[in-house]
């Protein structure tokens, strides 16, 4: 994950957080904006990837993509994403991989997961007051290089 990539947002709703993934997917790895929406939006659509416990992790593949990145998004305030808990998120964990990368996309999606598990680093994150303290987090985890 580069710093590019890591926002502090103010998202009313779902659709609005989907919409800023994009445009910081496009800032931080060039990638055309409306294509990643789109592929986000659609991803969406077969259910919520609120994981629960206030993260939300939209994910999607795409032909334009070389290998597997990754975007964080902490809101500034707790947003419905239809998580299967019923927790609004605060973090959104965003993923895009390459369409044939089916075990990269797994294995970056646990990497993901894995992070949010660690109570320390979900609580620092939770904590967070910039965009420099949110990618150190990130970078001392460990989930930098997974995507």
């Keep these: 994950m580069l710093p590019e990539a890591v926002r502090r947002a103010s998202c009313a709703d779902k659709p609005a957080i989907l919409a800023e993934l994009a445009q910081v997917f496009s800032n931080a790895y060039a990638f055309e904006e409306e294509t990643v929406h789109d592929a986000?939006?659609?991803?969406?659509t077969l259910g919520s990837t609120g994981f629960g416990r206030g993260?939300?992790?939209?994910?999607?593949?795409?032909?334009?993509v070389d290998q597997p990145v990754a975007t964080l998004i902490h809101l500034d305030r707790d947003v419905d994403f239809d998580?299967?808990?019923?927790?609004?998120?605060?973090?959104v964990l965003g993923l895009v991989s390459p369409t044939d990368s089916g075990v990269q996309h797994l294995h970056a999606l646990a990497e993901m997961s894995r992070l949010t598990r660690d109570e320390r680093v979900l609580h620092q994150l939770f904590e967070a007051q910039s965009e420099e303290e949110l990618y150190t987090i990130i970078a001392n985890s460990g989930l930098r290089d997974a995507a």
């Design 83 to 91: 998580a299967a808990d019923g927790i609004p998120v605060r973090l």
């Design 55 to 64: 993260v939300a992790m939209p994910h999607a593949r795409l032909d334009c």
């Design 40 to 44: 986000l939006t659609e991803r969406e």
